[in-house]
């Protein structure tokens, strides 16, 4: 089983998937590579593989991407030799990829894919959890929230749904679903 979590930047994805994988020791987290600039608290090889554009093309001739994609102006993807680690150390790898990420990999995956898209509670809510982050400017949350409303007309690719209104409930949503599966 591999388990897929997208959603619009802001849905929660990363409180989600962190409480998500306390609560289930056989999960594993897939590090995402990306040029896009380190924030703060954030570290290079845990959160991301912070590379720069020249390395990402070279990955990405070398064939070393389940799946990438161009998203808010940078580069991110999904390497093939993580998730073969993964699955190798009877791991259930979990992909945090964008939406457009997330399409292609329901394609090459096919049924071993647990595909989930992640809500935000409301469109009021989305705009001030991409504000109170405090990490991009008044034109980076634009985009981002324009690009939601695009992101979310993608949702009936997933399997399952689940609005992230309450960190606790939605968790036990997925919990049920990977049990189920």
């Known amino acids: 089983m591999i388990l897929l979590i997208t959603g619009p ?6 409180s989600f998937i962190g409480r998500l994988m306390e609560q289930d020791p056989r999960l594993a987290f897939s590090i995402s590579t990306t040029t896009r600039p380190i924030r703060a608290g954030e570290r290079d090889g845990v959160d991301y593989d912070f590379v720069d554009d020249a390395e990402f093309d070279k990955l990405l001739a070398d064939d070393a991407f389940v799946e990438w994609a161009v998203v808010h102006e ?30 292609q990999v329901l394609d ?29 400017s008044e034109d980076v949350i634009a985009t981002r929230l324009s690009n939601a409303r695009h992101e979310v007309g993608l949702a009936d690719s997933y399997t399952y749904w689940i609005v992230n209104d309450d960190l606790e409930a939605a968790v036990g949503r997925m919990r049920a679903i990977i049990s189920a599966e």
């Open 9 to 14: 930047s802001g849905a929660g994805k990363s």
């Open 74 to 103: 940078n580069k991110y993807g999904t390497r093939r030799s993580r998730l073969h680690e993964m699955v190798a150390a009877g791991k259930i790898p979990v992909l945090d990829i964008d939406v457009q990420g997330g399409v």
């Open 108 to 136: 090459i995956f096919g049924p071993e894919l647990v595909s989930v898209f992640l809500f935000p509670p409301s469109w009021e809510e989305l705009e001030r959890r991409l504000t109170s982050r405090g990490t991009d």
